[in-house]
């Protein structure tokens, strides 16, 4: 990720990166020198055309929030639990179904390192489309695989830590999740509606995985005054629900 860097114009507009050996286009912006680029970082300004532009190295949030969207994608309070509470570290193996716009995919990649693995499955092409390019922009391709297939059908590998899923219909996936996942391995499935959760958490317990709950993650920001502090009138509320599980 450290080859990532993010440009905010004065409107606060953001545009991702990605200095090369010679000239770098930038959407919306210009083409700019590749070693102007890379020397803008530690003096945090860049000057194009006239104007002159925030520079920084782009963090995984900053990553998701800029790159193309296809399908919706997950809101980074639900990203992060997802992480913590699949237990996903660097040098975990870690399989995805449903690859949207490659935002869940890009946080995992991160978050397994070098060592780890991830590989994602996708049925539609529009959308592995679009997630290969958003993936491949970053650094963190060569840890990852995106399969066309169905992970409720197959899921060909073994000895998973972690099986993540952001399907309509994750209840399906469990019996090929439990064939993937190590003993003590992490289920993890994003749903929206409540429906869904019941579907789920049977399926689930009906297949012996054992610490089966359901969760909801909400967000609210504070807002801080010169006369003091209160939570914002608006909040990130219902997203979606996850229900984790262990094997």
């Not at 590998?157 to 391995?185: Q, S, Y």
């Not at 317990?205 to 914002?232: M, N």
């Amino acid at each position: 990720m450290k080859d990532t860097i993010l440009i905010i114009d004065d409107r606060g507009k953001r545009y991702l990166a990605r200095p090369g050996d010679d000239m770098v286009p930038i959407k919306g912006v210009g083409t700019v020198r590749s070693d102007s680029l890379k020397g803008s970082i530690e003096s945090g300004e860049l000057s194009i055309g006239g104007k002159t532009f925030k520079v920084r190295l782009a963090s995984v949030e900053d990553i998701i929030s800029s790159i193309e969207r296809k399908a919706q994608m997950l809101t980074s309070k639900d990203i992060a639990m997802i992480l913590h509470l699949s237990g996903i570290v660097s040098g975990s193996k870690v399989v995805e179904g449903g690859a949207g716009s490659g935002a869940l995919s890009i946080a995992l990649l991160a978050a397994v390192g070098a060592e780890g693995r991830l590989t994602t499955y996708e049925i539609r092409e529009d959308f592995a489309a679009i997630a290969r390019k958003n993936v491949e922009f970053t650094s963190l391709s060569e840890r990852w695989t995106l399969k066309m297939g169905n992970i409720c059908e197959k899921i060909d590998e073994r000895g998973i830590d972690a099986v993540v899923a952001d399907i309509p219909n994750p209840w399906d996936c469990v019996a090929a999740a439990k064939g993937a996942l190590r003993i003590g391995g992490t289920f993890c499935a994003f749903i929206p509606n409540v429906n869904q959760v019941v579907s789920t958490v049977h399926a689930l317990r009906d297949s012996s995985f054992t610490e089966v709950r359901a969760i909801e993650t909400l967000q609210r920001e504070l807002l801080v005054h010169e006369g003091g502090a209160r939570p914002s009138c608006d909040m990130l509320g219902h997203t979606g629900y996850l229900v984790i599980a262990r094997r």
